[in-house]
């Protein structure tokens, strides 16, 4: 396959940024997405010029590292699927592909594609944990768990922490991710001491990265690659809805 | 969990988006309240003047002598205000927070020309902030026309029947009605679900689709309803 990308190429967080077009032949359609910009980077090292900064880790579709706007859709084309579990035969020779970074005021871009994602992290420490002593392992099935929770936390601890459903919100809000942090643990026995508590701190953090208020369009749901239901946001804001009333916890 | 000072973070969250979102949803259903009542009065329109007029007289007469005339007519026109007040309040509110979010440009905030529609978001969702101005200024216009006898076109009338139908024999005043509701249909298609939502309700695959059906069926009585009588008044079948 011979391809055309577009890049955002960005030198660093002061600098403007522009598109850069590269052409990059010779693809094997079983190339994964990020294979395709190791050729492209190879290339443009045997030229003498700077490679294209983007962040990975696993290329296997679990650490959230990945993170590319491909043709205006976080993740690429493909629903379920993380930028490193994306393959070339998804897309046509001769394509013109746009590569951009998670667009968010509170990702600043760091170098090209890849952008600083701690304003994720500060939510989960704002709340995203247990603190209450739970003691040692408990014995399997003395606290019990009903089947309905267990999923609904599974579900929503499978969260990837990527970002994609903060870059493809059009009001630039986190709710979906925050959503899945909380409700893991709200639904769960050892999470419910500090259920309250948490939602309201992580609900805060939220805001006070700047992350914009969710008006319930599903956007996020459409991109995240493990399909966190849209659900989660409504736990999480029926918790802080029932938490704000409370005069002691 | 070290959150320290928990009262501090009560009064935070309690300017939180989410806390911004209840508001304009409980308030945004308070005004759909008011629609449906707003719409079965509309209706009184086919029991003919004595029938409208009468039930116009009767909305100032509520709960006397308990009330003052037209008391419990202004109490709810209190809360209705107050409910727009609030909703528009937060709407401002929450658009500016977006706006910031996304360097200003919401939806379109990348470079490339492709998928500018996201993947899945519907019209409705994303009409929702223009939607609303497109409604705050009909219910202006509206409300001097219809209850303040401000601007009347058609002549003026001290009868509530003979204003409306008047007014609804003039093609644009149809048709600024027409395109004022459609703009409401739109803002409630995708609002009360939202409000549901953001009340904490959507809590399965199941129920998500209970929501959005209501929404849909709620649209759609509330827009019927108020397009059956000036479309009657316009055709002539009440004059
Ligand atoms: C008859 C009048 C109106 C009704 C019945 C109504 C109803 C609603 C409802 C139920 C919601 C959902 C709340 C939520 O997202 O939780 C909503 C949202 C909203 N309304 Fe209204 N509304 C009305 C007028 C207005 C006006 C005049 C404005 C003008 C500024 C406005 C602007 C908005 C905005 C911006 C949203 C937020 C949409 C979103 O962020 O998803 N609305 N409305
Ligand atoms: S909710 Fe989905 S899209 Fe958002 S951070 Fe988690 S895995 Fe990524
Ligand atoms: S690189 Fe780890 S999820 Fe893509």
Partial sequence: MNITVRIWRQHDQAAAGRMVSYKVDGISPDMSFLEMLDVLNDQLTAAGDDPVAFDHDCREGICGMCSLVINGIAHGPEALTTTCQLYMRHFDDGDTIDIEPWRSESFPILRDLIVDRSAMDRIIQA?????????????????LVPKKNADRAFDAAVCIGCGACIAACPNGSGMLFTGAKANHLGVLPQGQPERHERALAMVNQHDAEGFGGCTQIGECTAVCPVGIPLDVISFLNADVLSALPRKTD | MSTGNVAGVRSTAARSSVALHAAMAVTGLIMILFLLAHMYGNLKVFEGQQGFDGYAAYLREIAQPLLPHAGALWILRVILLASVLLHI????????????????????????TKNRRGVQRSYASFTMRWGGVVIGLFVIYHLLHLSADVIAPGGASASPYQRMVNGFQIWWVVLSYVIALIALGFHLRHGIWSAFASLGANKSVGTRRFLNQLATVVMLIILVGFLVPPLAIFAGWVS
């Fill in chain 2, 89 to 112: 309040f937060s709407a401002f509110t929450l658009w500016h927070r977006s706006r910031s979010a996304t360097g200003g440009k919401g939806g379109w905030r990348y470079e490339t």
């Fill in chain 1, 127 to 143: 709340g995203g944990y247990i603190s209450a002593p739970t003691g040692s392992a408990p014995d399997a099935a003395a606290t």
